[in-house]
């Protein structure tokens, strides 16, 4: 909660800030010189629209002023605010994928958690935590939760594209480039630019939409309004408010609810085995037969969001500009843990007699302020000063649940913890241009960076992680000891529980001259510095060449660097499974821990990376094109390791006097990687005369990741007889083959009159995941046929292999028409995935696999489709939309 007395209740009820303490005093008394200079100005006045900008002027990429989309030395993609509400789409990086071939979003899929609603956002191949997300021009905030599931980015840190609403944005900027040494660590694979709209005037819109099976409803309502401040400023204020339900294409559980033999054997966990499809463990309990069976979900997950975004500025005298912008949003929304059977140790069966599926509820709330002054020509030099802060909160608890090892006085919900993350950058950047002898002039841009950073791990209550030392009561495991923690996972206890902070300074420069009326060629370089990994040096050379008035080449080659977040430096949770009916205690550890460093784990080093890319563009009154290839070569790639379980772990642990501890994870800098692709980018504007206008957009990516070095187990775990790989197989499918390595976009636009078409196909290429880590030949025989398939020798020494199943290829086609109905007025109705398109589905479970002795890959039945589909499984969704202007 905001704790400043300073600001106005209007500023208290509009953004959120923890950490208040860190805020610097000069922060509040421009918040309060900003908010009081809005208050005072009620002159009409005219401001420039942002959407009036051709839509090929971009600022992204240089620090030297607006230029052409086609005249920059690296490739950008623009998205206008029109584009991105074409669509029904809710989320703003759900929009982004469609139009940006080498921008995908994973699906995540029963998390459990924030990941159901934060998804993690990738740029040409890399992972989340390699893109760097900028808003008018500044650094933006991420979320501080580490990925820890087995989806896509895990071991990484996300943005939360969602907390600003698109009727906020005027446009995006997407810089397919390296980009480290203008915009500081992260800008790996690029970076993604997010400009305010600034215009004058009032739009609201109202979208609702439902999947064609009935389920996912979602509405959205959106407001903006921009209006002068004095004769010369603008503020504008954009609100959103979201509220989707649930969608779920799991099917029934046809396992065995209840003991067998009343109550004298375990149930069978095999498909089919509580209908009587496949055998059962003992006699099946009467209930068997009027159990509802559909407990589990797999879809989208329910929330209400609620957001506004500020944008402001004011000129004032002898050429200063004073800026602001920010917002706050909140989303609560609930997601699904696995379903406990009631003959699961996990049930309290006085409480859950028939079991029970955990609720998750999510509360995220992200807050941000920026404020600036800019203005020309000191000693010589154009230049802007600012200041940003940002924060992310994220808060969990449970219900639908309990702690087995409270017994029957157990309580059904609890509080699981939180994440706080803030963020605070300031920056003066002072650019100048220095007339040559001959030629153009010489283009020079400076800058300074202070950035400090704050992640507290919050514990949650006392039940949610105790052992109440309460003991199973029923079933064969009668009066061994209860599973620990509420369920799906373990709240964070006070040993998970943290508060740390670092700081970084950075200086940099810049570059650029048109060496002859063809050639340009420019430079930047950064020495940054962060307290606690030290100092690094990056460059970037790009350059471009004119051809003919209509081609020129372009290339660059640069470096990058990434520091570990503090979540992947500092993250720690503990779980408890059971085996055998014993529990299973396991620890996610940071690396200066000791039972990590007990373990092998070393301290965490910087990603380094060398970027190298070519391309050409061919601009000709309504035809551009352009192509790219790059190639990223990432040293010390940072990622979560294997889970690392077995007895002899276990020993060691308890000798040093860390006893119950079955199983540890921890970040390391586990590979090398090279990435390798191309981006194609095509649009073609066709007048028809009196049938209209035609715009036609095609483009493509394709990118591979290989793994050129993974590092070797510790000695510590080797001299046990561990045999774990650092980094296994399902970890290495997951990072090179979990996303599509191609992807195709073939966009129609036409427009006649007051009628709009769109109709936009994207082509998703072949993903894969690791669907077994060992199976028999004989269970390989009986599950996979009809799948496609690879295998791959659990060792030299065993007749085991690893199945990895591969997911073909998908079209999906969406279609919207718009008719104006007056100046102010508009409606427009579609359909998304308009073909009823869906992934691939997952080895199944059969009653022919269950006699080989396994499930398939679907949880038993439960989950038809994997969660590495790049266009999720809720199939056919059609809206309608209506948007007003004045």
Same mark, same amino acid.
């Given at each position: 909660?905001?704790?400043?007395?300073?600001?106005?209740?209007?500023?208290?009820?509009?953004?959120?800030?923890?950490?208040?303490?860190?805020?610097?005093?000069?922060?509040?008394?421009?918040?309060?010189?900003?908010s009081?200079?809005?208050?005072?100005?009620d002159?009409?006045?005219?401001?420039?629209?942002?959407?009036?900008e051709?839509?090929?002027?971009?600022?992204?990429?240089?620090?030297?002023?607006?230029?052409?989309?086609?005249?920059?030395?690296?490739?950008i993609?623009?998205?206008?605010?029109?584009?991105?509400?074409?669509?029904?789409?809710?989320?703003?990086?759900?929009?982004?994928?469609?139009?940006?071939?080498?921008?995908?979003?994973?699906?995540?899929a029963?998390?459990?958690?924030?990941?159901?609603?934060?998804?993690s956002?990738?740029?040409?191949?890399?992972?989340p935590g390699?893109?760097?997300?900028?808003?008018?021009?500044?650094?933006?905030?991420?979320?501080?939760?580490l990925?820890?599931?087995?989806?896509?980015?895990?071991g990484?840190?996300a943005?939360?594209?969602?907390?600003? %609403?698109?009727?906020?944005i005027? &446009?995006?900027?997407v810089?397919?480039?390296?980009?480290?040494?203008?915009?500081?660590?992260?800008?790996?694979?690029?970076?993604?630019n997010?400009?305010l709209d600034?215009?004058?005037?009032?739009?609201?819109?109202?979208?609702?939409?439902i999947?064609?099976?009935?389920?996912?409803?979602?509405?959205?309502?959106?407001?903006?309004l921009?209006?002068?401040?004095?004769?010369?400023?603008?503020?504008?204020?954009?609100?959103?408010l979201?509220d989707?339900?649930?969608?779920?294409?799991?099917?029934?559980?046809?396992?065995?609810?209840?003991?067998?033999?009343?109550?004298?054997?375990?149930?069978?966990?095999?498909?089919?085995?509580?209908?009587?499809?496949?055998?059962?463990?003992?006699?099946?309990?009467a209930?068997?037969?009027?159990?509802?069976?559909?407990?589990?979900?797999?879809?989208?997950?329910?929330?209400?969001?609620?957001?506004?975004?500020?944008n /402001?500025?004011? %000129?004032?005298?002898?050429?200063?500009?004073?800026?602001?912008?920010?917002?706050?949003?909140?989303l609560?929304?609930?997601s699904?843990?696995?379903?406990?059977r009631?003959a699961?140790?996990?049930?309290?069966?006085?409480?859950?007699?028939?079991?029970?599926?955990?609720?998750v509820?999510?509360?995220?709330?992200?807050?941000s302020?920026?404020?600036?002054?800019?203005?020309?020509?000191?000693?010589?030099?154009?230049?802007?000063?600012?200041?940003?802060?940002?924060?992310?909160?994220?808060?969990?608890?449970? #219900?639908n649940?309990?702690n087995?090892?409270?017994?029957?006085?157990?309580?059904?919900?609890?509080?699981?913890?939180?994440?706080?993350?803030?963020?605070?950058?300031?920056n003066?950047?002072?650019?100048?241009?220095?007339?040559?002898a001959?030629?153009?002039?010489l283009?020079?841009?400076?800058g300074?960076?202070?950035?400090?950073e704050?992640?507290?791990?919050?514990?949650?209550?006392?039940?949610?992680?105790?052992?109440?030392? $309460?003991?199973?009561?029923?079933?064969?495991?009668n009066?061994?000891?209860?599973?620990?923690?509420?369920?799906?996972?373990?709240?964070?206890s006070?040993?998970?529980?943290?508060?740390?902070?670092?700081?970084?300074?950075?200086?940099?420069?810049?570059?650029?001259?048109?060496?002859?009326?063809?050639?340009?060629?420019?430079?930047?370089?950064?020495?940054?510095n962060?307290?606690d990994?030290?100092?690094?040096?990056?460059?970037k050379? /790009?350059?471009?060449?004119?051809?003919?008035?209509?081609?020129?080449?372009?290339?660059?080659?640069?470096?990058?660097?990434?520091?570990?977040?503090?979540?992947?430096?500092?993250?720690?949770?503990?779980?408890?499974?059971?085996?055998?009916?014993?529990?299973?205690v396991?620890r996610?550890?940071?690396?200066?821990?000791?039972?990590?460093?007990?373990?092998?784990?070393?301290?965490?080093k910087p990603?380094?990376s060398?970027?190298?890319?070519?391309?050409a563009?061919?601009?000709?009154?309504a035809?551009?094109?352009?192509?790219?290839?790059?190639?990223?070569? @990432?040293?010390?790639?940072?990622?979560?390791? #294997?889970?690392f379980?077995?007895a &002899?772990?276990?020993?060691?642990?308890?000798?040093l006097?860390?006893?119950?501890?079955?199983?540890?994870?921890?970040?390391?800098?586990?590979?090398?990687?090279?990435?390798?692709g191309?981006?194609?980018?095509?649009?073609?504007?066709l007048?028809? $005369?009196?049938?209209?206008?035609?715009?036609?957009?095609a483009?493509?990516?394709?990118?591979?990741?290989?793994?050129?070095?993974?590092?070797?187990?510790?000695?510590?775990l080797t001299?046990?007889?561990?045999?774990?790989?650092?980094?296994?197989?399902?970890?290495?499918?997951?990072?090179?083959d979990?996303?599509?390595?191609?992807?195709?976009?073939?966009?129609?636009?036409?427009?006649?009159?007051d009628?709009?078409?769109?109709?936009?196909?994207?082509?998703?290429?072949?993903?894969?995941a690791?669907?077994?880590?060992?199976?028999?030949?004989?269970?390989?025989?009986?599950?996979?046929?009809?799948?496609?398939?690879?295998?791959?020798?659990?060792?030299?020494?065993?007749?085991?292999?690893?199945?990895?199943?591969?997911?073909?290829?998908?079209? @999906?086609?969406?279609?919207?028409?718009?008719?104006? @109905?007056n100046?102010?007025?508009?409606?427009?109705?579609? #359909?998304?995935?308009?073909?009823?398109?869906?992934?691939?589905?997952?080895?199944?479970?059969?009653?022919?696999s269950?006699a080989?002795?396994?499930?398939?890959?679907d949880?038993?039945?439960t989950?038809?489709?994997?969660?590495?589909s790049?266009?999720?499984?809720?199939?056919?969704?059609v809206f309608?939309?209506?948007?007003?202007?004045?």
């Open positions: 909660m905001l704790k400043e007395k300073l600001l106005s209740q209007s500023v208290r009820q509009t953004f959120s800030c923890g950490h208040s303490r860190h805020l610097p005093p000069a922060l509040l008394a421009l918040t309060l010189l900003a009081g200079q809005a208050l005072a100005q002159a009409p006045a005219a401001a420039k629209a942002a959407d009036a051709p839509q090929s002027v971009v600022v992204t990429g240089s620090r030297f002023g607006s230029r052409i989309v086609s005249e920059s030395a690296t490739p993609d623009l998205v206008s605010a029109k584009e991105l509400s074409h669509g029904g789409q809710l989320q703003l990086q759900s929009a982004l994928k469609e139009l940006v071939p080498s921008f995908s979003v994973s699906t995540p029963a998390t459990g958690g924030t990941l159901d609603f934060a998804s956002p990738t740029l040409r191949g890399l992972g390699e893109l760097l997300l900028l808003v008018n021009g500044k650094r933006r905030h991420s979320m501080g939760t990925n820890v599931n087995n989806q896509i980015g895990r990484d840190v943005y939360d594209f969602s907390t600003i %609403p698109v009727s906020a005027g &446009r995006v900027e810089l397919r480039d390296g980009a480290s040494a203008q915009y500081g660590a992260d800008a790996i694979a690029g970076v993604i997010i400009v600034k215009s004058l005037g009032g739009s609201a819109s109202v979208m609702s939409g999947s064609t099976e009935g389920d996912g409803r979602v509405v959205e309502t959106n407001a903006s921009g209006v002068p401040l004095g004769e010369d400023g603008v503020l504008r204020a954009s609100v959103r979201q989707r339900n649930e969608s779920n294409r799991s099917t029934p559980d046809t396992r065995q609810q209840y003991f067998g033999n009343n109550g004298a054997s375990a149930a069978s966990s095999f498909y089919g085995s509580g209908i009587g499809l496949t055998p059962s463990n003992g006699t099946l309990d209930r068997e037969a009027t159990i509802n069976r559909n407990t589990y979900h797999l879809g989208d997950t329910p929330f209400l969001s609620k957001a506004i975004f500020l /402001a500025e004011k %000129p004032l005298a002898q050429g200063v500009k004073l800026y602001s912008f920010g917002g706050f949003s909140r609560d929304g609930e699904y843990g696995f379903a406990r009631a699961q140790d996990e049930t309290v069966r006085s409480i859950y007699p028939d079991g029970y599926a955990p609720l509820h999510v509360n995220m709330e992200n807050s302020l920026a404020l600036g002054a800019k203005g020309e020509d000191m000693l010589g030099f154009d230049w802007d000063l600012s200041t940003a802060y940002g924060r992310s909160k994220v808060d969990t608890g449970r #219900s649940s309990n087995a090892s409270l017994g029957n006085a157990s309580p059904t919900t609890d509080y699981f913890g939180g994440i706080r993350f803030g963020q605070w950058t300031s003066l950047d002072l650019t100048r241009q220095i007339p040559l001959s030629g153009a002039p283009k020079l841009a400076l300074l960076e202070f950035r400090k704050y992640f507290e791990e919050v514990a949650g209550s006392l039940n949610s992680y105790q052992n109440g030392g $309460a003991t199973i009561i029923g079933g064969p495991n009066g061994k000891p209860a599973p620990i923690g509420t369920q799906p996972s373990v709240g964070n006070p040993l998970d529980a943290s508060n740390n902070q670092r700081h970084s300074t950075a200086v940099y420069g810049e570059l650029e001259r048109d060496v002859t009326a063809q050639w340009m060629l420019s430079g930047a370089a950064r020495h940054e962060f307290s990994f030290g100092g690094s040096n990056t460059f050379l /790009a350059t471009r060449y004119a051809l003919t008035p209509a081609l020129a080449l372009r290339g660059s080659v640069s470096t990058g660097f990434r520091a570990p977040s503090l979540a992947q430096s500092y993250t720690s949770n503990t779980s408890t499974i059971f085996v055998n009916g014993l529990p299973v396991q996610l550890t940071p690396v200066n821990n000791p039972i990590a460093q007990a373990l092998g784990a070393t301290d965490l990603e380094k060398r970027n190298v890319s070519i391309g563009v061919w601009s000709e009154g035809f551009t094109v352009s192509g790219d290839a790059y190639r990223i070569a @990432i040293d010390d790639r940072l990622a979560l390791s #294997s889970l379980q077995d &002899r772990i276990t020993a060691k642990l308890a000798s006097g860390y006893a119950g501890i079955n199983g540890v994870s921890f970040m390391s800098n586990a590979i090398d990687t090279v990435t390798k191309i981006d194609v980018t095509s649009s073609y504007r007048p028809m $005369a009196e049938r209209g206008t035609l715009v036609v957009t483009s493509g990516n394709y990118n591979k990741t290989e793994i050129e070095r993974i590092s070797a187990a510790p000695s510590q001299s046990l007889g561990i045999t774990t790989p650092l980094y296994d197989l399902t970890q290495q499918v997951r990072l090179t979990a996303s599509p390595k191609t992807k195709f976009v073939l966009g129609l636009n036409w427009k006649k009159g009628w709009t078409v769109n109709l936009n196909n994207i082509r998703y290429g072949e993903v894969a690791v669907a077994f880590t060992s199976l028999t030949p004989a269970q390989i025989a009986a599950v996979t046929p009809g799948y496609d398939v690879s295998l791959v020798p659990v060792s030299a020494t065993s007749a085991n292999s690893q199945v990895i199943q591969k997911f073909g290829a998908k079209i @999906i086609t969406d279609l919207n028409l718009s008719y104006q @109905i100046k102010s007025t508009s409606v427009t109705v579609g #359909s998304n995935n308009l073909f009823d398109v869906y992934p691939d589905k997952n080895l199944a479970s059969t009653a022919a269950v080989a002795g396994t499930n398939g890959s949880n038993a039945g989950f038809p489709y994997n969660y590495v790049p266009f999720g499984y809720t199939g056919r969704t309608a939309k209506l948007d007003y202007k004045f």
